[in-house]
């Protein structure tokens, strides 16, 4: 069974730091490129950073461009985002999602995040 | 705002049909056939319903259907039942610097 879980939400202050976790089972980790999400309470999907199957080349939304950094460790199926200088405006449910075909077969439960003094 | 517009909301009655668009450009929507529909129910995780325009994830109940004409997409659920209430996003590929973009959600709502 396939299977994306994610941690390392919370409340955060603006201005802080946090980093989320996405643990892979289920299926070839390395064969997929792999994708965060995120939905803002109440509003729509975003997406945020994409990730190759091996490392090599990262995207970002221009919104969390500079300030959120992607990357895996293949050797632990485990997907990250580092995200710095948050924002209230990054308050979201972040979900790390991956398929084939430009879509997204597979989706975690999502983790909290939650930027706020 | 979203990169691709969608109606926020949609119903019909139990049995019947219901079509939600999802209006993009020809830098998404219309210049791939990449379209990909999803349903989440409240406090859920998206579920792929619909991808490549018109294909369905084995699992998905053929009353699910896709389209696509220019830059307009369409998704089609026949036979509604009251677990089809859930809001529904389209989303396309919109090339190697975008990558991925979402419609603003439709919310269905079975009668």
């Known amino acids: 069974e396939v299977q994306l879980v994610e941690s390392g939400g919370g409340l955060v202050q603006p201005g802080g730091s946090l980093r989320l976790s996405c643990s892979a089972s289920g299926f070839t980790f390395t064969s997929y490129n792999m994708h965060w999400v995120r939905q803002a309470p109440g509003k729509g999907l975003k997406f945020v950073s994409a990730i190759i199957t091996n490392g090599g080349s990262t995207y970002y939304a221009d919104s969390v461009k500079g300030r959120f950094t992607i990357s895996r460790d293949n050797s632990k199926n485990t997907l990250f985002l580092q995200m710095s200088s948050l924002r209230a405006e990054d308050t979201a449910i972040y979900y790390c999602?991956?398929?084939?075909?430009?879509?997204?077969?597979?989706w975690g439960q999502g983790t909290l995040v939650t930027v706020s003094s | 705002q979203s990169a691709l517009t969608q109606p926020p909301s949609a119903s019909g009655s139990p049995g019947q049909s219901v079509t939600i668009s999802c209006t993009g450009t020809?830098?998404?929507?219309?210049?791939?056939?990449?379209v990909s529909w999803y349903q989440q129910h409240p406090g859920k995780a998206p579920k792929l319903m619909i991808y490549e325009v018109t294909k369905r994830p084995s699992g998905v109940p053929d009353r699910f259907s896709g389209s696509k004409s220019g830059n307009t997409a369409s998704l089609t659920v026949s036979g509604l039942q009251a677990e089809d209430e859930a809001d529904y996003y389209c989303s396309s590929y919109a090339g190697s610097n975008n990558l991925r973009v979402f419609g603003g959600g439709t919310k269905l709502t079975v009668l």
């Open positions: 999602a991956c398929g084939y075909n430009f879509a997204y077969d597979y």
């Open positions: 020809s830098s998404d929507v219309g210049g791939y056939n990449y």
